[in-house]
């Protein structure tokens, strides 16, 4: 049975929350990251794949929807010690979500701890999480435009992982279109193009989450 | 050159704009579609296809976004008039937008006002926008656990279009669970599967349009 945590968003102060994340992450060396991305991109897919991968990276997932608990059940069958925040109907995580749910994962025995946010490409942008890399997924699926429609997720993310190549060419999905309009709303991130189905790419974002580690 | 108005969500006396807006369509015998679903689930390709077969049904469609003008030149290029509302980053639209912009459409030669709502399956459920009909779109990449996980969506649809069928085997959706979410959160609709790609399933949702003409 995983823990499922159910709390209202608190958005006044949330960059003091923020900051006392970090600092619960910091004074462990624990690694933070916010995952963001539209329903359906594939963040927990690509969890799950990247725990099963990376034994011997120790990963902590705070999962979290706007009802369900279902997220965080694979997670921890992947093998990942998991919190589930259901935010009632909110469409984004809060900072004091994360300050409040983060003590009961055991950060001593952790390399990473991975907040999947809601599924929503606009709210979530707007709030920081503590998280020391902020990772947007975009799905082959989704269509080639959606960096100029979403700009604000875009241009806060460190990285961009453009997920589900496997369909790529059956969905007519352009890079290009996605490389240009990158260039203009965040020139200085590059993405890492990947499937948690056919394996491709993965050894890129797994050189990444690597080299970040402390 | 589309018509692209900014507007701030007014969340206040919601229901009020919405049966403002409600009235305005009836008095012209006019049908309100508000159109809900994630970013990239193919809404602008489905009414773009829609109008260019449907040549008799004369629709105006009012686009939500929360930046680009992009999908109301896509409209317009498929033959229909079209409003382009900008949120400015705000999740939903709300009624007072709507109430402010449909006196720009001609309504005495229209059938249809669609209205495409913003990319996202949170915040637009909870907003009436003087709607006769609420259309869900549910694209089968983004996988078929999405009723459970985002009920509000499904809950308040009058139709629920399972989209992209042509790639359904491709990314291993399963109908059944959706099947058996949708029993469970909206027993009264029964969704209806289509692709705009290969065509599959059009002629029964233009069927849909038709039986609804007043």
């Not at 329903?39 to 999962?63: M, Q, S, Y």
């Not at 300050?99 to 920081?128: H, K, Q, S, W």
């Not at 890129?204 to 580690?213: H, I």
Request: aromatic residues 4%; hydrophobic residues 45%; contains cysteine.
């Amino acid at each position: 049975m995983v823990d499922i945590v159910v709390m209202r968003a608190v958005t006044s102060d949330n960059q003091a929350h923020a900051d006392k994340v970090r600092a619960m992450l910091d004074e462990k060396n624990v690694i933070g990251l916010n995952i963001i991305s539209s329903p359906g991109a594939g963040k927990t897919t690509l969890l799950e794949r990247t725990i099963v991968d990376n034994p011997d990276l120790r990963f902590g997932v705070i999962e979290g929807d706007v009802f369900t608990g279902r997220d965080a059940s694979r997670i921890e069958a992947a093998g990942a010690p998991s919190i589930q925040l259901n935010t009632e109907g909110a469409c984004h995580l809060t900072a004091n979500m994360i300050e409040t749910v983060l003590p009961r994962l055991r950060l001593d025995e952790l390399d990473f701890v991975v907040v999947e946010n809601i599924g929503n490409l606009i709210c979530p942008a707007a709030f920081a999480l503590g998280e020391h890399r902020r990772v947007v997924l975009l799905s082959t699926p989704e269509g080639s435009d959606k960096v100029q429609k979403y700009p604000h997720a875009f241009n806060t993310a460190d990285l961009v992982l453009v997920t589900k190549t496997d369909v790529a060419g059956a969905v007519g999905f352009e890079l290009s279109i996605v490389l240009e309009d990158l260039k203009a709303v965040n020139p200085k991130v590059e993405p890492l193009l990947l499937s948690a189905v056919s394996g491709e790419g993965l050894d890129r974002w797994y050189g990444w989450l690597r080299s970040l580690r402390r």
